[in-house]
């Protein structure tokens, strides 16, 4: 009797559990079937109520469903996350702006900064500095174009045409930039009063080389207009070897290396005064003032298709006609001309073509 009271208390409790863990799966199954989150509070939702119509508005009309308006946050969709930042999309530039030259600068450093060639530099602002990156000084304003190419300023019986082909692009490319601003209805016959300044996308013209002219013993009288260290008889003399010594007791680059065509030469610190020297045997044909900006000037022809110029000179120690040797003293270092500081500008003229120093200097 008392095992048969045990057995059937056991079974009692054994369906109370069951009913109990049926009761918990219905309500869990329910509570995912409604979408509910924990913590949230239903919101039932709510008809918007729909005028009715009369028959004649009826006719050839769809009666549709209540629209029901459900602003509970517990819907299954996916919801946009809220940003408080407006990402305004980059243009590029299309006008000239420009810069102020910081101490420092090089015509190659703002170039960089503005992801330009550094002919851009020199061709948005001849009138300032005339192609000659030398000219670069602190404090001084300067164009920034939007692109490469050039900025030019019309004359008076300019044609699109003439100013195309003299920087070597389509006319369209000029009259098409958006940065010139011409009115498109009237492409063909654009008026432009002279005096207006064109950016011109993608043009080219050649950089003007101040440097001295490729000058010989046989004919030195041909630098007559360089300025009053021209030479004027023809001289023999002493011939190159072919090798050149280092013409300076620095070796430290202040400021320009070899860049042509807009720096045909390299540019030698040091203190004012320290001695120059004949990359190697030659006559000198040219020795005194410059007036293209290399302030006094020693030139040398070796006699073998090679010359070498020594620029921005404090002091001159050699004269027209002289034969020096190798390593002989011909001047002294300095910042004469239109120069940014004590330098020795270097250059080295083969058959005519400037050439790298670096490729032949021991």
């Keep these: 009797m008392k095992i048969f009271r045990r057995i059937t208390v056991i079974l009692v409790n054994l369906v109370a559990v069951a009913l109990v863990a049926l009761a918990a799966f219905l309500g869990w199954s329910h509570y995912q079937s409604t979408g509910s989150a924990f913590g949230q509070v239903q919101v039932s939702p709510t008809p918007i109520p729909v005028t009715p119509t009369t028959d004649a508005q009826a006719q050839g009309q769809v009666d549709l469903p209540d629209l029901i308006q459900n602003p509970s946050p517990g819907t299954n969709g996916i919801t946009r996350a809220a ?14 702006i420009t810069y102020n030259v910081q101490q420092g600068d090089s015509i190659f450093s703002i170039a960089d900064q503005f992801s330009l060639k550094p002919e851009t530099i ?10 000659n990156p030398h000219v670069l000084k602190t404090g001084q304003e300067i164009n920034i174009l939007p692109t ?9 019986g300019d044609s699109i045409t003439a100013v195309a082909e003299e920087f070597r692009v389509e006319p ?4 098409e930039y958006p940065g010139n601003r011409f009115d498109l209805t009237e492409i063909d016959n654009p008026d432009i009063e002279p005096g207006t300044w064109l950016i011109i996308p993608g043009g080219w013209r050649p950089i003007k080389d101040w440097g001295p002219p490729a000058i010989t013993r046989q004919n030195p009288a041909s630098a007559a207009y360089y300025g009053s260290g021209h030479c004027g008889s023809v001289y023999e003399g002493a011939l190159g070897t072919g090798s050149f010594i280092w013409p300076t007791v620095s070796r430290q680059i202040s400021g320009y290396t070899y860049n042509p065509p807009i720096h045909p030469a390299i540019d030698i610190g040091g203190a004012v005064g320290n001695a120059i020297f ?3 045997s030659g006559v000198v044909v040219y ?3 410059s ?8 030139v040398i022809d070796h006699g073998n298709g090679w010359q070498s110029a020594y620029a921005h000179l404090s002091s001159v120690a050699v004269s027209c006609g002289q034969s020096v040797a190798r390593g ?3 001047g002294g270092l300095g910042s004469t001309g239109r120069s940014s500081g004590p330098h020795l500008h270097f250059e080295l003229v083969y058959n005519g073509s400037k050439v790298n120093p670096f490729n032949f200097l021991q």
């Design 172 to 175: 369209e490319a000029i009259l």
């Design 328 to 330: 002989t003293t011909i």
């Design 291 to 298: 007036e293209y900006g290399f302030g006094y000037l020693v």
């Design 83 to 96: 940003s408080m930042d407006t990402n305004i999309p980059t243009r590029s530039r299309v006008d000239v």
């Design 287 to 289: 020795a005194g003032w």
């Design 278 to 280: 004949a990359a190697d």
């Design 122 to 131: 020199l061709w948005g602002n001849f009138d300032v500095l005339e192609d």
């Design 148 to 156: 490469n190419g050039i900025y030019y300023q019309w004359e008076e």
